[in-house]
C-alpha cells in the first residue's frame, strides 16, 4: 500500500533534477509535489504520510535509490523505520532528553538531534560558538547565542523542541529562509515545505568524500592523499560561498526577501560546484594511481625511493615525502584539468610569470615543461666547490634554444627566467652568439608583469583597487604604486613627454585591461624603471 504511491511520486519527477537531490528518508516520509510554480525554484511542498505508510514505502524509496547507484546504507534505512515504529524510551525520550542532547554548554559536541543527526553541521563547528547559525536559524536564537556566547543552531533547536505549537507560528516569523515570503505564510513555509538549495543529497556527499578520502589516506592509500587535497584545494571555492552567505546574512541594509533571494541563488551555485567537484573527483583519483605506477620512484609508501630522493636533493625523508606527494599532484592537475590550471595552483609567483609568457603568445603547456625542467638546473661547480659564473644561464638557454617555439617566444621565456629583454637579442635563436650585445632591432615592445587573477565575485562585482607595476632590469628599481599610466602622467610635464603618455595610453587602451604594452626606451618605460622622468635636454 505504501510502495505503489512512492513509486508514482518518483515516476511522477523522474526527469526532475531537484528530485534526485532530495534525500532519501524526506521521501520516504512525506509526498512531495514540486512548487516552483508558486513559491519560486527550490521549494517543494511536503504532506506527511503518516508512520505505518512510511515504514511501507522506505524500502520502495531505497530500493529506488540502490538502483539509481547511490550509496544506501542500512543505519539510513534503519533510522526511518525506528522513527516511526520503535516505542517511546521513557528513561531516554522524556522531558530532559532536548536538553541533555543539545550539549549546549559544550562547544566541541555538535549536539544531537531527536533523530539522530547532528544540530550543527562540520562546517558551522568550525565558526565560535555564538556565530554558529545559518538562515534557517531565527532571530531570537541568534540574540540569545550573541548574549551568553552559546550556539545559536542549539538554541533554536531547544526552543523549538519545548515551545510545541506557539514555537511552531512564532519561530518560522523571526527566521529570514521562512518570513521572506510573506509573515502570514511563514508557518506554514516551516511545517509544509522544504528547500532544495538547503535540504539536499549534494552537500552530505561532499562531506562524506572528505571524510572517506581521509579514511582511505590514513589505511596508506597514497591516491586517496593526494586526491584529498585537490578535493581540500577545491573546496576553498565552497568555503568562499560559504563566507558570501554569512556575510549577506549579516548585512543589515538588506531585507529578508533580498537575503533569502541572495542567498538561495548562491547555494544553488555552491550545489552545483560541489556536483562537479564530487563527478571530478574519481577520474583525479584515476590519474594519480596512474601516474604512480608510471613513476614508481614517487612513490611514498616505498621507503627506498624515499631515501633516493632525499640523497638526490639533499634534503630530509620528511622532505621528499612532501616534494614527491606535490609532484605526483601537480601532474595530476595536469593531466586532469590542464597546464594552466596546474600552474595556477603550484604558486601565485609562478603563474603570475606564465600569464605573462602567454600573453607572448607561450602555452601554458610550454611554459610548464619550461619552468619544471629548468627549476632544478644549477651551476656548475669548480674544483673549489664555487659555483661557476654562468654555467646554470648556459644550461637554462640551451634548453629554452632547443624548443620549437618562435623566437618571440623563447624571449619570453628567457625573460621569465630572470635575464633581461635586452640580453636576448644576442641569444642564438635571435641570430647572435650568446653575448650580452644584440642584432635584433630597436623599438622591441615588452611587456609589463601580468597582474595575479582575482576570483571573480558571485554576486556584485567589488571595486578593485589598480594593479601595480614593477620595472625590470635593475636592483635599483623603486615599486610604482596605483595605475602606471595615471602615475606618469600625474608626474609628466612638457609637449614632447605628454605626447609620449598620450601614445601609451592608446596603447593601453587598446591592448586592454590585463597586460599593457610600451616601447622600450619611451619616457614611461623610463618612468617604470627607475620611478622618474627622464631629463628634457
Same mark, same amino acid.
Given at each position: 500500500?505504501?510502495?505503489?504511491?512512492?513509486?508514482?511520486?518518483?515516476?511522477?519527477?523522474?526527469? *526532475?533534477?531537484?528530485?534526485?537531490?532530495?534525500?532519501?528518508?524526506?521521501?520516504?516520509?512525506?509526498?512531495?509535489?514540486?512548487?516552483?510554480?508558486?513559491?519560486?525554484?527550490?521549494?517543494?511542498?511536503?504532506?506527511?504520510?503518516?508512520?505505518?505508510?512510511?515504514?511501507?514505502?522506505?524500502?520502495?524509496?531505497?530500493?529506488?535509490?540502490?538502483?539509481?547507484?547511490?550509496?544506501?546504507?542500512?543505519?539510513?534505512?534503519?533510522?526511518?523505520?525506528?522513527?516511526?515504529?520503535?516505542?517511546?524510551?521513557?528513561?531516554?525520550?522524556?522531558?530532559?532528553?532536548?536538553?541533555? $542532547?543539545?550539549?549546549?554548554?559544550?562547544?566541541?559536541?555538535?549536539?544531537?538531534?531527536?533523530?539522530?543527526?547532528?544540530?550543527?553541521?562540520?562546517?558551522?563547528?568550525?565558526?565560535?560558538?555564538?556565530?554558529?547559525? *545559518?538562515?534557517?536559524?531565527?532571530?531570537?536564537?541568534?540574540?540569545?547565542?550573541?548574549?551568553?556566547?552559546?550556539?545559536?543552531?542549539?538554541?533554536?533547536?531547544?526552543?523549538?523542541?519545548?515551545?510545541?505549537?506557539?514555537?511552531?507560528?512564532?519561530?518560522?516569523?523571526?527566521?529570514?529562509?521562512?518570513?521572506?515570503?510573506?509573515?502570514?505564510?511563514?508557518?506554514?513555509?516551516?511545517?509544509?515545505?522544504? *528547500?532544495?538549495? /538547503?535540504?539536499?543529497?549534494?552537500?552530505?556527499?561532499?562531506?562524506?568524500?572528505?571524510?572517506?578520502?581521509?579514511?582511505?589516506?590514513?589505511?596508506?592509500?597514497?591516491?586517496?592523499?593526494?586526491?584529498?587535497?585537490?578535493?581540500?584545494?577545491?573546496?576553498?571555492?565552497?568555503?568562499?560561498?560559504?563566507?558570501?552567505?554569512?556575510?549577506?546574512?549579516?548585512?543589515?541594509?538588506?531585507?529578508?526577501?533580498?537575503?533569502?533571494?541572495?542567498?538561495?541563488?548562491?547555494?544553488?551555485?555552491?550545489?552545483?560546484?560541489?556536483?562537479?567537484?564530487?563527478?571530478?573527483?574519481?577520474?583525479?583519483?584515476?590519474?594519480?594511481?596512474?601516474?604512480?605506477?608510471?613513476?614508481?620512484?614517487?612513490?611514498?609508501?616505498?621507503?627506498? !625511493?624515499?631515501?633516493?630522493?632525499?640523497?638526490?636533493?639533499?634534503?630530509?625523508?620528511? $622532505?621528499?615525502?612532501?616534494?614527491?606527494?606535490?609532484?605526483?599532484?601537480?601532474? !595530476?592537475?595536469?593531466?586532469?584539468?590542464?597546464?594552466?590550471?596546474?600552474?595556477?595552483?603550484?604558486?601565485?609567483?609562478?603563474? *603570475?610569470?606564465?600569464?605573462?609568457?602567454?600573453?607572448?603568445?607561450?602555452?601554458?603547456?610550454?611554459?610548464?615543461?619550461?619552468?619544471?625542467?629548468?627549476?632544478?638546473?644549477?651551476?656548475?661547480?669548480?674544483?673549489?666547490?664555487?659555483?661557476?659564473?654562468?654555467?646554470?644561464?648556459?644550461?637554462?638557454?640551451?634548453?629554452?634554444?632547443?624548443?620549437?617555439?618562435?623566437?618571440? $617566444?623563447?624571449?619570453?621565456?628567457?625573460?621569465?627566467?630572470?635575464?633581461?629583454?635586452?640580453?636576448?637579442?644576442?641569444?642564438?635563436?635571435?641570430?647572435? /652568439?650568446?653575448?650580452?650585445?644584440?642584432?635584433?632591432?630597436?623599438?622591441?615592445?615588452?611587456?609589463?608583469?601580468?597582474?595575479?587573477?582575482?576570483?571573480?565575485?558571485?554576486?556584485?562585482?567589488?571595486?578593485?583597487?589598480?594593479?601595480?607595476?614593477?620595472?625590470?632590469?635593475?636592483?635599483?628599481?623603486?615599486?610604482?604604486?596605483?595605475?602606471?599610466?595615471?602615475?606618469?602622467?600625474?608626474?609628466?610635464?612638457?609637449?614632447?613627454?605628454?605626447?609620449?603618455?598620450?601614445? !601609451?595610453?592608446?596603447?593601453?587602451?587598446?591592448?586592454?585591461?590585463?597586460?599593457?604594452?610600451?616601447?622600450?626606451?619611451?619616457?614611461?618605460?623610463?618612468?617604470?624603471?627607475?620611478?622618474?622622468?627622464?631629463?628634457?635636454?
Amino acid at each position: 500500500m505504501g510502495i505503489a504511491p512512492a513509486l508514482l511520486n518518483a515516476l511522477a519527477y523522474r526527469d *526532475d533534477d531537484e528530485w534526485d537531490d532530495i534525500p532519501a528518508n524526506t521521501k520516504a516520509n512525506y509526498y512531495l509535489i514540486n512548487a516552483g510554480k508558486w513559491l519560486g525554484d527550490g521549494y517543494w511542498i511536503k504532506i506527511p504520510k503518516g508512520r505505518a505508510i512510511a515504514v511501507l514505502s522506505t524500502a520502495a524509496v531505497y530500493g529506488k535509490e540502490k538502483i539509481d547507484g547511490e550509496d544506501v546504507k542500512f543505519s539510513d534505512v534503519f533510522e526511518v523505520i525506528k522513527s516511526n515504529i520503535a516505542p517511546t524510551d521513557i528513561f531516554n525520550q522524556n522531558i530532559a532528553t532536548a536538553w541533555t $542532547q543539545a550539549k549546549l554548554t559544550n562547544p566541541d559536541n555538535p549536539g544531537t538531534t531527536w533523530y539522530g543527526g547532528n544540530i550543527e553541521s562540520d562546517r558551522l563547528q568550525n565558526y565560535r560558538p555564538e556565530d554558529r547559525y *545559518d538562515e534557517k536559524t531565527d532571530e531570537l536564537s541568534k540574540a540569545i547565542g550573541k548574549l551568553f556566547k552559546v550556539s545559536p543552531k542549539k538554541v533554536n533547536y531547544l526552543l523549538d523542541q519545548y515551545s510545541g505549537v506557539i514555537g511552531d507560528i512564532l519561530l518560522p516569523l523571526m527566521t529570514p529562509a521562512t518570513s521572506a515570503k510573506s509573515k502570514l505564510l511563514a508557518a506554514p513555509m516551516a511545517a509544509f515545505t522544504i *528547500d532544495t538549495t /538547503s535540504t539536499n543529497k549534494t552537500t552530505g556527499k561532499y562531506y562524506d568524500l572528505l571524510d572517506e578520502l581521509k579514511y582511505d589516506a590514513n589505511d596508506g592509500d597514497i591516491g586517496a592523499g593526494i586526491t584529498r587535497k585537490y578535493v581540500s584545494h577545491a573546496g576553498d571555492e565552497v568555503n568562499d560561498y560559504y563566507q558570501q552567505i554569512r556575510t549577506i546574512q549579516n548585512d543589515k541594509s538588506l531585507s529578508d526577501g533580498e537575503k533569502n533571494r541572495i542567498v538561495r541563488a548562491l547555494k544553488a551555485q555552491l550545489i552545483e560546484r560541489q556536483k562537479e567537484i564530487i563527478a571530478q573527483t574519481e577520474p583525479y583519483r584515476e590519474a594519480v594511481n596512474d601516474y604512480l605506477k608510471a613513476h614508481p620512484e614517487l612513490s611514498t609508501d616505498n621507503d627506498a !625511493a624515499i631515501a633516493e630522493y632525499a640523497e638526490q636533493y639533499e634534503i630530509t625523508e620528511d $622532505q621528499a615525502e612532501s616534494r614527491m606527494d606535490a609532484v605526483v599532484y601537480r601532474e !595530476a592537475n595536469r593531466e586532469v584539468f590542464g597546464a594552466e590550471y596546474a600552474l595556477r595552483t603550484y604558486n601565485a609567483d609562478v603563474y *603570475d610569470k606564465a600569464r605573462a609568457a602567454y600573453a607572448k603568445g607561450v602555452s601554458y603547456d610550454t611554459y610548464y615543461d619550461y619552468y619544471f625542467a629548468t627549476k632544478e638546473m644549477h651551476a656548475d661547480k669548480d674544483k673549489n666547490g664555487k659555483s661557476i659564473s654562468g654555467s646554470k644561464k648556459a644550461k637554462v638557454v640551451e634548453y629554452i634554444n632547443s624548443l620549437d617555439i618562435p623566437p618571440e $617566444q623563447k624571449d619570453a621565456l628567457y625573460v621569465a627566467a630572470g635575464y633581461t629583454a635586452k640580453s636576448a637579442r644576442n641569444q642564438k635563436w635571435n641570430g647572435g /652568439s650568446g653575448g650580452s650585445g644584440g642584432r635584433r632591432g630597436r623599438g622591441k615592445r615588452t611587456a609589463l608583469k601580468a597582474p595575479t587573477p582575482k576570483a571573480p565575485e558571485i554576486i556584485i562585482p567589488r571595486s578593485g583597487t589598480a594593479s601595480s607595476a614593477k620595472a625590470g632590469g635593475t636592483s635599483k628599481t623603486p615599486k610604482v604604486s596605483g595605475n602606471v599610466i595615471a602615475d606618469f602622467t600625474k608626474t609628466a610635464s612638457g609637449t614632447d613627454i605628454q605626447k609620449a603618455v598620450t601614445q !601609451a595610453k592608446r596603447k593601453a587602451l587598446k591592448a586592454g585591461n590585463r597586460t599593457v604594452y610600451v616601447e622600450e626606451g619611451s619616457p614611461i618605460d623610463y618612468f617604470l624603471k627607475y620611478g622618474k622622468l627622464p631629463s628634457l635636454k
